[in-house]
């Protein structure tokens, strides 16, 4: 009960201090170049009509609108759609200070956190985000708070806390004893009927996607490896239990072994995917998987290694697996697996999302191939595909304009100059 009344206040707080937020409003939009299906080249010269958040028409030519709804001139722009991450820490950012706030921070703090850390997710143009794993409270909250105007951000699928077993990544790591008892949670499961029982748990308590962690991570303060955690039998009654429920269900999995047996499992996703191989490529195939290969993440930990705030263990684990995840990319998209655009932000810095696009064309994406993985792909993905990942009539008005050519140059991206979700402006000019 006292948990449920933290929320409540957080909520509470957060509106109470948050600028009033327009509701959906009418536009038109003339676009000089629009990427309006990422993977089909560009239009020229478009007119973009929305209408309550939605879009009514995309026609060529720039068309005069309904009298008094404003035309917004986006004529020597390049316009995409909005940008979707598939995987974001949104209510937390890595660094000195992260470990202590396990402990100093309440989970209104971490909702407040995270509804600053959501306002400059949202300004970088990424419209959607799916979050894979925070205190369900803080993240919960977050979501249904800007899914009614509360306050601005991403819209957000959200899973809330891992699921993971006893000492795995997903649990408390790296304390003293009574500590660790303490702050365990209802995520943390053993056998294969206690795991259905953390699924059905996570469910009851808002989840819209089901997030395990498979194997060891880099962040986790054990020294417990980087490979399969979860048995067999576990990995098959989480994927039943969720699917029963309507709900996918995603795995971080670094090692081979354990990436390989939640595929087998029938896991619909997998962040990370580090150690993959010609057979596990076979396996994303054969299961119809999609990999959220979080490269950004790689790249921001294997600069961490001489750093003091990060414990040992995971110092030596980042040593380890950044210098392997560019390279783990380009095998997968050379093998034809299904990627979706997703950072692992949180690890790396709020905002800075659109740097995964320059590390994705480095492993042998084109930019429109990229661009395709945070829109079309990711949107079927994270199974909001009628709503988003087009500039399509019936969509949401969601899209992002750079004065910049972003199939040129993809770091354009970094430094998007127009914001529309729903049909709002959150950003124009820089």
Request: charged share 20%; proline share 4%; glycine share 12%.
């Amino acid at each position: 009960m006292g948990s449920r009344l933290l929320n409540i206040a957080a909520l509470a707080l957060v509106t109470a201090v948050a600028p009033a937020i327009a509701s959906a409003q009418d536009a038109v939009v003339h676009a000089g170049h629009v990427l309006a299906v990422p993977g089909e080249g560009y239009l020229t010269k478009q007119t973009i009509t929305v209408k309550d958040g939605r879009i009514v028409s995309v026609v060529p030519g720039y068309k005069s609108g309904p009298k008094g709804v404003p035309v917004i001139d986006l004529k020597n722009a390049y316009v995409v759609p909005g940008l979707i991450d598939s995987h974001v820490h949104i209510t937390g950012e890595n660094g000195p200070n992260e470990r202590l706030k396990t402990f100093t921070d309440s989970s209104v703090d971490t909702a407040f956190d995270g509804a600053a850390f959501a306002k400059v997710t949202l300004e970088a143009g990424f419209t959607t985000v799916q979050d894979v794993g925070g205190i369900n409270e803080a993240v919960f909250g977050l979501r249904d708070a800007i899914a009614r105007g509360a306050v601005p951000g991403p819209r957000m699928r959200a899973a809330g806390q891992a699921i993971s077993v006893t000492g795995g990544h997903g649990d408390v790591n790296g304390y003293s004893s009574p500590v660790m008892q303490l702050f365990t949670g209802t995520n943390i499961c053993n056998g294969a009927d206690d795991c259905r029982r953390a699924v059905r748990q996570q469910v009851k308590d808002g989840a819209d996607v089901i997030k395990i962690t498979a194997t060891g991570g880099v962040l986790s303060n054990t020294s417990a490896g980087l490979e399969q955690q979860f048995s067999n039998d576990e990995l098959s009654a989480i994927v039943e239990a969720a699917h029963a429920m309507g709900r996918q269900v995603t795995a971080h999995a670094h090692g081979k072994g354990g990436v390989d047996a939640a595929l087998r499992a029938g896991i619909d996703s997998i962040e990370h995917g580090t150690y993959l191989d010609d057979e596990t490529i076979a396996l994303f195939k054969e299961h119809n998987a999609t990999l959220v290969p979080t490269v950004l993440a790689g790249v921001t930990v294997s600069g961490w290694t001489n750093e003091p705030w990060l414990p040992e263990a995971s110092r030596k684990k980042a040593a380890i697996i950044g210098p392997l995840m560019l390279d783990m990319l380009r095998r997968a998209h050379e093998g034809g697996v299904n990627v979706a655009f997703g950072t692992d932000t949180g690890v790396s810095h709020h905002g800075d999302n659109a740097k995964e696009f320059a590390l994705m064309v480095e492993a042998g994406f084109t930019p429109e191939q990229a661009i395709k993985a945070a829109t079309v792909t990711a949107s079927r993905h994270i199974e909001m595909d009628s709503d988003i990942g087009t500039l399509e009539t019936g969509k949401y008005g969601d899209l992002v304009a750079t004065n910049g050519d972003p199939l040129k140059d993809i770091s354009e991206l970094e430094s998007v100059d127009f914001v529309m979700k729903g049909g709002i402006v959150y950003k124009s000019g820089k």
